[in-house]
């Protein structure tokens, strides 16, 4: 999950460092990631994994982390992280 996420990461420009460069822990805001980077994250989530996030999870804390991120999309797939 994570390696799929770290891809979504490689084929857009949501960082200004690469996402290889980042621990699954790293804050990914520290990392550069706009609240405008976020919301086309979470658009190319929901498309990569055919899931649609709910209102719950719109906030800063479900994308902090990529595993924050995979916490997430794991929950909405029912796919363990």
Do not use: H, W
Not at 59 to 64: G, K, L, M, V
Request: charge should be negative; glycine fraction near 4%.
């Amino acid at each position: 999950m994570q390696d799929r996420i770290r891809e979504i990461f490689a084929r857009n420009s949501f960082l200004p460092v690469a996402e290889s460069t980042l621990g699954a822990e790293d804050d990914l805001y520290k990392a550069g990631l706009t609240s405008f980077a976020s919301v086309q994250l979470m658009l190319a989530l929901e498309e990569a994994f055919d899931i649609e996030f709910p209102e719950r999870m719109l906030n800063r804390r479900s994308f902090a982390s990529i595993a924050a991120i995979a916490a997430c999309v794991g929950e909405l797939t029912s796919t363990t992280v």
